[in-house]
Every structure is written in C-alpha cells, then in structure tokens.
RNA sequence: GCCGGGAUGGCGGAAUAGGUAGACGCAACGGACUUAAAAUCCGUUGGGGGUUUCCCCCGUGCGGGUUCGAGUCCCGCUCCCGGCACCA
C-alpha cells in the first residue's frame, strides 16, 4: 500500500489547479467575495503570516465547492517606507527589492497551495495602479474634499516625515515605537474625512458582522459629543471667545476660562503685566512633546492671561487662563472651567485659587461643603436664576435656546476625528498630482496626463530622506508647466500616505485592468461589498476606517452602489511561536534571567519564581550545552528568529499538514501557538484519512455509492447519520470560519469510519460516506483530498458539488435519556427517540436508582424534554 | 478612569435558541506488535470517596439570585487581555 507522501501530491495538485484556472473569477451566477487583507511585500514568509491566507483559502475553496462564482485576488501593498529603508541598507533600488520580495512571497503562498486569481493582481507601486491614486485624488479635490492648510503636524524623526493622527500612537511614530513625534508648522495636504463623521459614525450600526471590538474603536476615534457653542464676550475687545461644552447647564458655574496655549487668541489678549509669564508658558509648552503633556503625573500648570471674558448668562467678569491641559486640536481650543462639575477644572481651581461655585446638586441630597472633588452626576439646577429647579438634562436644551435666541450659542456637534494629513516626505509613494504655479496657484494634473509617473532615481544615496521630500532634489521632475497658463511651474514634490493605496484596492480587483476607470461601476457593483475580509486588529482603525471613507465617497460619486466595503469582518489573532530568551540560572524556586532577556520580555525584576514562570506561559528547557534557557511563546517574528519559513516546513512536512496545524490549533480569532505536537497531530491525522481511503480503494472502485437511505439498519444507518451530522456540522463551521471545530467534526466523522470497518466491509454507504469525505476534507487539505478523490473520478473535487446533508437523517433512532431527580442526574437509559412522554416517565420511574429517590417524597412536579431528558421533582 | 472582550481538566479548547460539562486534539500513563526503536493499534486520564459490572459527593474565576434544571440568564465583585485616555 501506498504510503502518504506530500511530497509526491502536492507539487502535482497545484500543477492541476493552476492549469485548470480553478480560482478563475467568472462572474456568472451568485458571486461570493473573499479577501485577505492584502500585504506588504515582505520576502519569504513564515507560518504566522499565512494565517490570514490559509483562512481564506479555505473558504474560498468552499464557497467554490459551494457553486458560488467566487473572487479570491491578491495583491501588494507595495509602496511605503520598509522598502526605501531596505533599500538604503543594501543600495538596492525599492522597486528591485519590492519585487524581488512578492516573487518570494507569491512562492511561499503557492507552496501552501493557497490560490488566487493571479489575472486580477494589484502592485500599488505601479504606474497602472497609482495613476488611478492620482485620479482619485483629483476627483476629491473636485468634490472639495481636498485641500491644503498649514499649522502644527505630527513629524516622526525617525521616517523623517509627517504622519496622519491615526498614526500616532500613543504620541509615538506608529512604525517606531520608542520614537516620540514632534510637531512641526508645515503646509500639507488634507482629505477632509471629517465631511463623513457622521456617516461613519453611523453606519457602524449597520455592520452586524463586524467585530464588537473594531466598532467600538471606530467610535472612539471618531468620538462624537453633542453639546453647545458658546461666545463669551472679551473685556475690552470687539471679538469673543469661542468655547465648546457638553455641559451648557452648568454655564452659571462657569468661573474662569482656559484658552490653549497654541491658540492664536492666546498671546493676543494677554495684558501686558502677564506677558512675559504667558510667552514663557507658550514656549514651554510648544517644546514638550505630547506624550510628556500627559505623562506629567496630570499635575495641571498654566498662567494667567490677564485678560477677563463675560459669563453671558449671568454677566460675571471671569479671568482668562491659558493652561496645556486644553487641547488646541479639540473643540474650539478654549473652555470655560467650570470647577464644580468638572474634574479638571476643579484641579485647576485648588491648584491656583479661583473660586467654585455648584450650581447642579443631586435631587435628594445636598453637596458637600466644601467640595473634595467635582460633582459630574445628575441632579437639578441651583445657583442659575431663571433655571434653578430645572433638571439639568432639561437645563441643557433650555440654556442652549436661551443662547441661541440671544445669538450667544448655539447647539453643537464635535468631533474628535481630524482630517487625513496625506503629504509624505518620502520617495516611495504616489506623486500627488498638484502644481504649484505662481500665476495660477495650485492647479491639478489634468486628468489625460495621468499618471504623474515617479522618477527612477538610480543613486539610491538621493532617496534617503532628510526632512523634506527628496523628489525636490530632481529639477526633471519638479520642474513643469502650468496645466492652467502654460507658464513655468513646479510639481508638489511629496508623496502620498500609502494608506491612500489602501483603501481602494478591493474595488480594483473588481475590475483590474481597466484602463479608463479605477473600475467600472458594473463590475464593482456585480462583485462588492466584500463578502468576508480576513486580516489584523492593528487596522481597526487606519486601514479600516479609510477604506469606509473611500467608500462613501465613491458611493456619493455614483461610482459604487454600495456605501460600506466589507460585509462580515474577521480579525484573526496571531500565530506564536516558542522563542529562546538565553539562559537563566536557576536556584532551588528562584530563575535569574539575563539582563537581555528581562529587557526583550519587557519584565521589571529579572528574578523570577518558578511559580511567576508558569504564570506567564514559559518553561525552563534543558539546552545542548548542558545550561538551562528561558523559553516562552511569542508572536512570530523576523527580528525574534522564532517564525517557522513556510519554504523549508513545505518541502520537509507538506503543505496540508501546515493548513490543518493552523486551522486547527485554537479558535481562529485567538492567538495559537505553533507546537511540534501540533504538526504531529495534523500529521497522524491525515495519515489516518489516507490508509482509510487507501486500505479500501480496490473494494471501493468495484462498489456503487448507490442505496436506499431509509432502507438502512444498524451500523450502516449510524455511519450514515454521522455522515450527515458532519456535514451539517462542517457547512456551518466553515460558514462562521469555526476552522477548528470543523476539523474536529472530521476527526470524529473519521473515526466513525474507522469504528465502522472493525466489523463491516466496505459498502455502497462506506463508499459514499468516504467520497463525501473527502470534499468535506477539501478546503482544509486540499492536495491529499484532490489525490485521493482521482483514485475515484477524473474531475476535480473542486468541481464537485459541496454534499447536501438529509435532515431526516439526523435523528437518532434511540436516544439516551437522562432521568433527574430535582435537576441531579439519577440514570441514563437508551430509549426509542419517538418515545411518548407517558412511557418515557414511566419508564423512568422504574429505573432502580430513580426509585431510591423517589422513595417516601411526594412527586409534584414531571418534566420531560422531548428528545432529551425527564426530571423529577420531589418533595418532602 | 472609561469602553470592548474574556476566565471551563496538565495544555489548546468543545458545549452557537437554559437541558448528560469536558467533544476533538495534545501531553501523560498502562498494554499489544517488534530483537529494539519509531510508526501503528487497544485502553485509562476533572478532583475526592465508597459496599468498585455500579454508586455517592464536589466541580466551568468569586458571592448572591431566577429556574424543575445555570458554563449558558440577572445582580454584585475579582482577576486577565485589548483599546482609549486632561477630548471640555
């Protein structure tokens, strides 16, 4: 008998399904999109990047298998600073080394007999693709939703450019961790995503598939509040200070300002005497960075200004502060303090002296005098003139019309989300299709001149970036023409965010090779929204966020019928892999790590208890050179050298061992660690399938799969409920991507197989039973399931249609009852599964070890599940 | 602090309309086969106890509650993971 070789199959099945174009997208019939998000090209990969992929091969396999007309594309988010950086390390051009990177990426992906309709590929550093960037851009521009302003912008030192705010992590460069962005006064451009706020709030309500978790970041990075505009009139001057507030019920308790100290106001009102305080307070504050801002243990600093505003209600003279703790990017970049109410301000107050006054007290209870801390709950309003005794949910609506009939206010909506800085100061991007002319000013690229192509710069010294664009350096690029008067002008020399890329490319797929269109409306309209988009959490709300944005945009455009992308998300968790920390020593309870170690394991003490060990997920494992090292799991990674290459584990074990090892492991959502006993388990379990298949592959050539299923009995009525059970089962795993459970139904159905052999030979329903098997088996492992399907038929088990399961099968003929007495299970009996509630009671009462229970208590009450179970309960 | 998600054997995890807790796998142990090992196959494995083909008690982070019956629902906690955090 033929032993399972992986070897042998693999390379042979993806010939087949490469020749027969079986991920071909055909668009006909009932379409099913299927996308992993796609990657950045990063050479040659290990297991915990094909996670994502092998996921979604899965079920795109199955959605085929299914009859579906299934789109499963992939392409390379292939701009962007790793390959500049690359570049620079080994004086390779990006593009040599970004294309170098997706030929051994695509390897890794076809060794893993992953597929993909390789017609549809997307590279966005191609002129084909970021033309269409470029005309995007433009078409926002036209809408208004583009524009350019000046002001403070995040810079990270590091990428030597600026960084949109969803980069900002932290106060950290997104991509650098230990590097602190500052803030610079640059012209930029902007797309104006707050013009879809609202929407984008929204609509997160309508993504019923999406992750509780990626929905409630979205909601707070957009961060809506409601509340009111109010214009405080300034002492001495003709104009007012603007403040937003959630709380315009506590207007009268309203007793100082605060103002920004980047404020353009700021300076402006400050009285002479407190000049010097206030330009040394801006100062201070423009050198820290956010992160030292918040950091400062909160203890609240500021200065006054000298300057006085009046409390329009009331017509209180209030001092003017300006104070770092108001954020300059927020609101209106000013507040009125309200002590009282508002922790902050309560803080400020104590710190400096200035008065608080309560104007909301709870409805049953009186405040404490003196306050200890600020009053933020409900309760009615005191203090307040014309409105005290109003509840101060109430009160909010009545101060706001008071305002507004007065034209002091009016109700606002804010939010927290700011427009998308795209300007980049780096080579390897999009050139933003804009001129700058002297005569005309900014002037878009005319469309028909489209695309903006990227210079080769063939010194790769002349890319490395020094804080501004290095296209700057390039007169052939950046000198031009006026597109408008013809006169000379200059091309903006920055590139774009390749977030910008991004957000757009599954609607490319639809439509790759257009070249009129990014795509045309039929074809985007046939294949969106995505059905189901697989990838990380880390884009929750970058990638995810902006792409929604794209959306909506080319939904108002008529360019897309739909307004939201992606259907059902899945955020998949990471792949770990056991990693060595070095060496520990090791006294009785006690584990010293080194220094390195405690550092790369972020731990405070590198002393640590065998017990605190455990705890943390490691072990202590014996080394060859006799010492013991610290082992624990970590997420698979280049720099920890802990990733398993998908290259060498292919050729050595075989790709469908991996896919089950991955699958199979823990829940898809959740983290699992890549275990050697995991790869034993994967492989002794589809070496079980084959020697099933195989032992009887002469008997089951000879047999029909042909039988009467309601004339079965016995064991093959069993193996033929099982059979159906599985099916059930495993079309609704895969369906929910519950990978591992449906493996687990296959292991189990496998079994019954085996189960079903030790005492029948091989029949009409084994036959069957095995052929739909190994469809079942399919999507998983492939290449075992294709070999072993052609020692039966010609086609491919792709083409064969997914198994129907028959309900009327599903029922078992007996059933096990469980028999309770008041809820605690008494006996078990097999029972025909149509037994009548009467007999079934009956019965139960008989049972020995019920009647114990039942002995001298009064039964009062007699419950029977159907199917299930009967209890009994007694008294007394 | 606020928001989201969790907590089930030695381990990964099942139980997806409140109804047999621990499917499936890993590890471990015992046995068969073998000169031996590997592979394979069979069996045992939540804890405790007993009169040991069987029976009892305890058991899904903790404390209450609803229910004939709770891993599952409700109330109150603890801890863990993730996100946000001076956002007015």
């Not at 013009?195 to 929204?202: P, S």
């Not at 009615?380 to 409105?387: D, L, P, Q, T």
């Not at 795509?519 to 697989?534: E, G, L, N, S, T």
Request: aromatic share 12%; hydrophobic share 40%; glycine share 8%.
């Amino acid at each position: 008998m033929s032993k399972y070789n992986p070897h042998e199959i693999e390379p042979k099945w993806q010939r087949f399904w490469e020749e027969r174009g079986l991920m071909k997208a055909r668009e006909e019939g009932e379409k099913y999109y299927v996308l992993e998000m796609f990657p950045y090209p990063s050479g040659d990969l290990h297991m915990g990047h094909l996670k994502n992929y092998t996921m979604g091969d899965a079920l795109a396999r199955f959605k085929k298998q299914q009859g579906y007309s299934v789109l499963h594309p992939m392409g390379w988010d292939a701009f962007g600073l790793p390959a500049e950086n690359a570049a620079l390390k080994f004086g390779k051009h990006p593009a040599e080394w970004t294309f170098d990177n997706i030929s051994r990426a695509k390897e890794s992906l076809n060794l893993m007999g992953i597929l993909y309709d390789w017609d549809r590929e997307v590279t966005t550093c191609t002129p084909d693709y970021y033309r269409w960037n470029q005309w995007i851009f433009i078409q926002m521009y036209k809408a208004g939703l583009v524009y350019r302003a000046g002001g403070l912008v995040n810079w990270c030192p590091k990428c030597q450019t600026v960084l949109a705010n969803e980069q900002v992590v932290e106060g950290r460069c997104w991509r650098h961790e230990d590097t602190l962005v500052e803030k610079k006064s640059l012209e930029q451009w902007y797309l104006k995503i707050t013009a879809y706020a609202d929407r984008l709030l929204k609509d997160l309500d309508k993504l019923e598939h999406w992750p509780e978790k990626v929905k409630a970041m979205q909601r707070a990075w957009i961060g809506r509040s409601e509340g009111a505009t109010v214009r405080f009139a300034l002492e001495g001057r003709e104009e007012a200070l603007e403040v937003f507030t959630t709380r315009p019920d506590t207007l009268f308790g309203a007793t100082f300002m605060v103002i920004a100290p980047e404020h353009p106001l700021t300076l402006e009102i400050t009285s002479p005497e407190q000049r010097a305080a206030v330009e040394e307070y801006v100062r201070a504050a423009q050198l820290k960075s956010e992160i030292e801002r918040q950091t400062e243990d909160r203890e609240k600093t500021g200065v006054f200004t000298g300057a006085y505003a009046i409390n329009p209600v009331n017509g209180r003279k209030v001092p003017i502060w300006t104070a770092d703790y108001v954020l300059y990017g927020y609101g209106t970049g000013a507040i009125m303090a309200v002590p009282a109410h508002d922790q902050r301000d309560f803080e400020f107050a104590k710190k400096f002296g200035l008065e608080i006054v309560p104007v909301i007290k709870p409805a049953d209870a009186d405040l404490p005098e003196p306050l200890q801390a600020a009053y933020d709950g409900p309760g009615v309003m005191i203090n307040s003139g014309e409105f005290d005794g109003l509840a101060n949910e109430e009160g909010k609506k009545r101060v706001t019309a008071w305002l507004k009939e007065r034209g002091l206010g009016e109700a606002t909506v804010t939010f927290r989300l700011r427009d998308w800085l795209i300007s980049r100061q780096r080579y390897w991007g999009t050139p933003i299709p804009m001129v700058h002319c002297e005569k005309c000013g900014v002037v878009p690229v005319p469309e028909d001149q489209l695309p903006v192509v990227l210079p080769e710069i063939s010194d790769v010294e002349q890319i490395r970036p020094q804080g501004k664009s290095p296209l700057e350096a390039h007169p052939e690029f950046l000198n031009t023409t006026c597109p408008k008067c013809g006169g000379p002008a200059r091309r903006d020399a920055d590139t774009m965010d390749t977030f910008f890329d991004s957000s757009w490319y599954y609607l490319r797929y639809t439509d790759a090779h257009n070249e009129r269109l990014p795509f045309a409306r039929d074809k985007a309209d046939y294949w969106m929204p995505v059905d189901q988009y697989i990838g990380g959490i880390e884009h929750a709300v970058l990638h995810l966020l902006y792409s929604r944005f794209f959306t909506k945009f080319f939904h108002d455009q008529k360019m897309v019928g739909v307004d939201e992308p992606f259907e059902r998300l899945f955020t998949q968790g990471m792949v770990m892999g056991w990693t060595d920390y070095g060496p520990v020593e090791v006294e009785g309870e006690r584990v010293r790590l080194s220094e390195e170690a405690r550092i790369r394991l972020e731990l405070e003490s590198a002393e640590l208890t065998l017990d605190e060990v455990k705890k943390m997920g490691a072990e202590l494992r014996p080394h060859e050179d006799g010492t013991t090292h610290f082992w624990k799991p970590a997420v698979m990674s280049k720099s920890l050298g802990n990733g398993v290459m998908v290259g060498p584990f292919v050729r050595e074990q075989g790709a469908d061992i991996a896919r089950v090892t991955i699958l199979f492991a823990a829940p898809p959502e959740k983290e699992m660690i890549w275990t050697e006993e995991g790869v034993q388990g994967a492989w002794r379990f589809l070496n079980r399938v084959w020697r099933r298949v195989v032992e009887d592959e002469e008997a089951l050539k000879t047999l029909s799969a042909g039988f009467d299923p309601g004339a079965l009995e016995g064991a093959n009525k069993e193996l033929y409920r099982k059979l159906n059970q599985t099916i059930k089962k495993v079309t609704g795993d895969i369906e929910g991507l519950r990978f591992n459970t449906a493996i687990a139904a296959l292991m189990e159905l496998l079994n019954a197989l085996y189960d079903f052999r030790k005492g029948n030979e091989p029949n009409a329903v084994y036959k069957s039973a095995v052929l739909s098997y190994l469809q079942l088996l399919a999507p998983f492992a492939p290449h075992i399931a294709e070999e072993l399907w052609h020692r039966f038929y010609e086609n491919s088990v792709f083409d064969a249609r997914w198994p129907d399961y028959d309900e009327s099968a599903l029922a078992a003929d007996t059933i096990t009852l469980v028999v309770q007495v008041n809820g605690k299970v008494r006996a078990r009996l097999e029972v025909p599964a149509d037994i009548s509630k009467e007999e079934a009671l009956e019965l139960a009462k008989e049972q020995e070890n019920v009647r114990r229970y039942l002995e001298g208590k009064e039964l009062v009450k007699e419950i029977y599940v159907p199917g299930k179970l009967v209890n009994l309960v007694v008294r007394g």
